[in-house]
């Protein structure tokens, strides 16, 4: 973790709380053709672009040629979990040797697929290993604090505006 960037970071976010807003986008396009993912993105950031492909399991009407959607939505919750939990430990310098994160929950099908209107998970569940030579308070209120900072556990625990749109092409 880069403690001089993130200080940097902090000291423009005081001064300046409009330069803390950033906007994100993402454009991606579903596959019409007869073979392949069912869906792909580009990814741009700061150095570069990455292409990701998604494809629905089998059961949900995809080949399973990729991971589906809510692999991606736990992949997105565990990355941001654990930068943040990485990041408060390294301003609150904390040695973190080794940080592994399971995020999993069970999710009931029969939503998307219009069969019912049961609630589509019983939730989520973060289970942290860390190795550290901290106390277990110490990694305690690390975890405490990054619950409270975490953008992904923020979008999972409060309700966030959504807006949708349709326009037709052609």
């Known amino acids: ?14 001064s300046d709380p409009a ?11 579903w596959n019409t053709k007869d073979s392949g993912a069912q869906f792909h993105a580009d990814l741009v950031f700061e150095s570069g ?3 990701l492909e998604m ?8 080949e399973g ?5 809510l692999q991606y939505c736990l992949f997105g919750m565990a990355s941001c979990f654990a930068g943040t939990f990485m990041m408060v430990a390294a301003k609150q310098g904390v040695e973190i040797q080794r940080l592994k994160i399971r ?5 009931d099908m029969t939503r998307p697929l219009g069969i019912s209107q049961n609630p589509l998970t019983d939730g989520v569940r973060i289970r942290l290993s860390v ?3 901290a106390s277990e308070s110490v990694l305690q209120k690390i975890e405490e604090q990054s619950r409270e900072q975490c953008p992904a556990v923020w979008c999972l625990t409060n309700p966030v505006p959504l807006s949708i749109s349709l326009h037709r092409e052609g």
């Open 49 to 51: 672009k990455l292409s």
């Open 19 to 29: 330069k803390a807003r950033k906007e994100n986008v993402l454009e991606g396009e």
């Open 131 to 133: 190795s550290s030579p």
């Open 1 to 14: 973790m880069n403690l001089e960037a993130l200080e940097k970071t902090i000291a423009l976010f005081r």
């Open 65 to 69: 040629l990729a991971p589906g959607p």
């Open 55 to 62: 494809d629905n399991p089998k059961a949900m009407g995809g």
């Open 103 to 107: 995020v999993e929950n069970v999710v």
